[in-house]
């Protein structure tokens, strides 16, 4: 996303955090102050969000210095950013800055770890997350599930066409709603179909659909979905997504029993924040 | 807030997630079909972000019927709000909808579960949020906490002096910071001080402070200052905050050690949010 | 899209003409008047905006009954739209409805005499629009498109990888070029590449493209690529694209040689607005 | 207008292109590349929309020479700018940079063709514009127009007082509408009133108009007005606009009819683009 | 202004006081209460704003009935407007209220004053205000000054050309600023220059001006103008605006010394607002 | 508040003076042309709004150089800012920048008189502003009074519990009110009471209140107050803030009176602007 539309959403942030301006700076650092400050990890865990503070630093008008890139490891006690420049402006953004930086710290940092239990599997499976992220953060979760090597699934309404099991009650079963779809939204969008059984997958794919989401399938019924699939010769021919009960201690048995894609709402919706904190060091 | 504001915030959440439009709606479900759904919970929990819910489905001109108001308890399969009206506005608003409520929910469900750990305890011991929210949700996350029982703490930075290890660094000493506040800022805020050290408090007090912020303190560490600050005279004169390392299995402790607050930053970074989905209950 | 969300829209091109209020009604039509009004057609068409003109009309506490429905044919003289309510409203908002509804009415004219030809020569062909609109009306003019019979293609930058001439340039090929967006891009996503060479279309179709778009190739060229793709058993496993040089009168032809899109950037940035006007039929 | 409040009319339509971010250059587009492009004309006509394509550019940090000025023609084949910087910077922008400037050169083209048969038959006539642009796009529409030679005629509904044929009616007849505005309107506004007959340009002038618009009138209509106006005296007291049927090929005899104004709706919607494209010329 | 657009100002200052929460009425007033009150005069005056309460109240789904309109005498003691409704709304929204309320009836007043000492020294001359107004409230208070019964002047910078002192400078003379003006200005807008000198209001007549401010012309110095103006036979073919030093007891001689209007800065930069008060009057 | 907060501010308020465009240096001013500038007081006073007038010009891209800084004396005839650069952006904001510089100064200028007339007369009394500012403007109106020495009180609704007449009638009564307040507000805030009578301060402290308001207390009247909340012992544990009716001429008796605080409305509701202008110095 190009660097000046991340600035009005960063602005848009920090503004709500500082209301009618940061009282305690105001009060207590003197103006024209100029200070360096380190952002310091409290926990090890994969960096996300340093492309953002940097934009947000660099447009409060402060230098800084991303000393770890979006995607690295980080190590308990690292300084992971360097920010220089007048202290009362580092103080008041230092929450905003944190925030965001934590979260999507926390969020690689998950997503990491679960893909990395599936390529030490030798899975080739792909870890997605799903539209239930924080409300009005979608951009930056998904963001920070992909420097943690996810897939962002859908970016949002407007660019998979998703039919769920209320569409699919709306529209008058499966068949119907995929053949709607089929005719009336653009051939430049795939057609997703929750299924709950397996025989509605292969009527989903007969009818077009591109991708089957097998929706709060245990691994054993995913592995029986697979033999029918392929007993019904549609097994390969779409990709199969695997939705609802999957976490750490199950995810790469869910990627062995023959599904593309593993995908975990927790991933954006309950996220643990990276212990971060930022520090004055050296008062100029 | 005044409903005319909390709409134009809920707006824009929902803006976000539909982008050029909603895609499989358009596709798959019939142009003026009128439905009625329901709010189903699928796991126990504290409802928070019913009025947000309220405003946000009356301002999508769709009928709406909270069955339980925010703060009280919600059953595993409970339906905890109607909605009905038409199909394609509900199901484009239902992750959005859904989104803020299970946050809120997870949230106020939490503080439920902390603040009620006290009170079984017969303390009064306020337990607090921080700023520690994720980033643009500053206002939603701390009406959860209030929901729950919880304490709000700072609303943003306009509304209290809270001098913190790097305000105190620069400004050169706890005595010098809390002096500076006390002449510069407005009567009409309070002022906080995180110290480290006992010592550091007393100094505090004297200056001025009206609130006093234990920063990582063990609870033995807390027990400790308390009995130095009554012997300087000092306990009782001001509220005394412990935050940092407090958890739901050491948080009575650090009641029954002499704090007026407990702050728990995790309340609002690291939500777990609460199980819901959305079911459509009838086709009109 | 939520109606909601039009209305923001709405209310901001409304705003733009309006500057510091209308000068013209204020000083000359009466407060408190009110009138009914019509909006008449002054030229044969297909009706797009209605939609859009009855929510700004509703919003600015207007009566507003559609007389046509979007995608309707309206006549030359034709009442399409009747207003009733404050004149002092009806006046000031008369050319913003008139631009939005003139604007996207002109574009679902023009596509519905395009898809007309397609389906006369019993052609299952595509016509599609691009991204070429009038800047910032993006979400109308692919909407008008999408009621005139076309299809939208890409609805922004977000929903399709479009791997173009530049983007090829700068990757090292199109080999190269796909495969990094096979490998990056989520598996949400279709894939499409640009190709000015039939021997390309192959490469990008065995590196896993999904669709693929012939640059401004001739009928004759088309033909032959045709020829060229079913010999390497590659037509019909991905979609067709023709783009560039298609007019009314190579349209058919171009369906006839074997694409399955064809794609005209002219239909949203040359544009002929549907002649309509707004006339006061009454005063209460 | 000032740089500034271009710059955020500019981000506004590049973030709605954009969505949650252009993925395919994300996908292809090694990050940090950095390139040299340039915009080549297709077709010649008149350069609009070069400022503003100067303060995108420099806005979103890429390096921007502007080869031609606004209002200058260019040729078929023609460099018009050249923008250096980061490559998904650059092919992000570039369909809303081409959307922007082909509609302004576009506009500016025909204008300036239309004026230039004006001048080369001596005329001092102006050509204007009206308020029939693009919804929302009045600033650059009319912009546009004027660098091409045109008038832009009321940049919104607060700069003029024009009494149309609508507000005739509400008022009760020309005198009483003149009249009304007269009395309650700024000393610092013209007014311009909008007639069907001679009679009431007469009425309108004595009552205290600045401009008479001939509405609809044909060329002999308005050479009969003409000396209809001369045989009262009030030719020359005031100014005249035709508006309404007037084309290319009959443009310079309204001139020659004796008015002042010639007015074209279809100058602003009804836009050809000028046809433009940019190229990856060099990969740093 | 068609009130939706109103809506959107009002709801900006609306939320710029609310902050995160009216922390008051959240923890002292029942929610959920409803109560009737009234806003009181606390001083006589002329009432301006009554349409935006009530466009503000009725957004908060409050009730409202205006007991004076706009531009309506209001005596000490008079209850102004009536809202009823959650008592925590109105409280919430009393000082948005009452503050564009008192500031602009406090502008209508003062207008009031001065142009009735105009119209009782039987003078047709206008009373403008200028652009001096609070940033941002160029609408507000230039509508107060109208209401009051004063002329709004310009608008904003787009819908006259008014040429002062700096432009002068830079243009190189008045006649050469003029004509420049005259050249390239539409021909929907009226042009006016502010001399120092009578020679220059010659020179602006003869160049084209519309209208001419004398500035800081004393009322002696405006009379000797004024003398002269018909000697060159000008009087009386343009307007004369004076402009600097005006104030209550020199506005008629102004007047009387034949100017057609007297522009006063401090109508909108040196308001005196009108003090009002809200009451609860009744607890339903 | 930061820097790029104060931008969008500023930028809105342009905006909103420029409309579409300043016509008259489009149509006077030469495009390029660079100048120098001064802005001069035309009176004494004391400067504030320095600091935004920096910020917007620098965002301007002008090059600007403050003479006095926030909170220094101006002498009538000093220059207070030198701009230099293209004459036509410096003329487009020049009344934008001089409306807020002059209103932020005249309230400066008050404020300083009136906390020099307490501290000529030796009293520690602070003087307050209220929440009666220009609407919109609060954020400017209370930084002004800051500078000219004043306190800022409540910045907005969600800073400070005060408790006023219309929340003590609805919650029935003073005791019931601040109760309220005690047990559901954050123990972050104070808790402001407005009283008309002395028994209601005391019943208000004892409930716990941190500050008391006199609203319309004579000083008579306050010093009787005073001896009584001596007699309760109550005097000196919480502050005490008279409000109403006080003027320059009562200011220095009402501190003698025995308050911590004297608050006026009138400080930033009925503002006299300090009188500025902007001169091209120089055309380069």
Redesign the interface.
């Known amino acids: 996303?190009?660097?000046?539309?991340l600035e009005?959403k960063l602005?848009?942030?920090?503004?709500?955090?500082?209301?009618?301006?940061?009282?305690?700076?105001?009060?207590?650092?003197?103006s024209g102050?100029r200070?360096e400050?380190a952002i310091m990890a409290k926990e090890a865990g994969i960096a996300a969000g340093i492309e953002e503070t940097v934009i947000l630093a660099e447009?409060?008008?402060l230098e800084v210095k991303a000393e770890v890139a979006d995607g690295e490891e980080i190590k308990n006690g690292q300084s992971i950013v360097k920010i220089s420049g007048d202290?009362r402006?580092i103080?008041?953004?230092?929450?905003?800055i944190?925030?965001?930086l934590?979260?999507m710290s926390?969020i690689a940092t998950t997503t990491r770890n679960l893909t990395g239990k599936l390529r030490s599997a030798r899975l080739k499976t792909?870890l997605?997350c799903t539209?239930?992220?924080?409300?009005?953060?979608?951009?930056?979760d998904?963001?920070a599930v992909q420097i943690g090597g996810g897939?962002?699934?859908?970016?949002?309404?407007?660019?998979?066409?998703?039919?769920k099991?209320?569409?699919i009650?709306?529209?008058g079963g499966v068949a119907k709603?995929v053949k709607?779809?089929k005719q009336?939204?653009?051939?430049?969008?795939?057609i997703?179909v929750e299924v709950t059984k397996v025989e509605d997958a292969v009527v989903a794919v007969e009818a077009g659909a591109d991708?089957i989401m097998l929706d709060n399938f245990s691994v054993k019924q995913i592995a029986k979905a697979v033999t029918q699939l392929k007993k019904k010769k549609v097994y390969g021919k779409v990709?199969l997504e695997a939705s609802g009960g999957i976490r750490e201690n199950n995810l790469v048995k869910y990627g062995q029993a023959g599904v593309?894609?593993v995908s975990i709402g927790?991933l954006t919706?309950?996220?643990?924040?990276l212990d971060l904190s930022?520090?004055?060091a050296r008062?100029k």
Chains 1, 2, 3, 4, 5, 6 share one sequence.
Request: charged letters at 30%.
């Open positions: 996303m190009p660097r000046k539309i009005e602005r848009l942030m920090l503004a709500e955090d500082i209301g009618q301006g940061d009282i305690t700076t105001a009060a207590v650092v003197p102050l200070v400050a447009n409060l008008k202290a402006t103080l008041s953004a230092e929450r905003t944190l925030n965001l934590s979260r926390g792909k997605a539209r239930k992220t924080a409300p009005g953060l979608l951009y930056f998904k963001k897939d962002t699934h859908r970016l949002h309404l407007d660019d998979l066409i998703l039919i099991d209320n569409h009650a709306v529209a709603a709607s779809a009336r939204a653009s051939f430049s969008k795939k997703e991708i990709l593309d894609i927790e919706n309950s996220v643990k924040a930022l520090k004055i008062i």
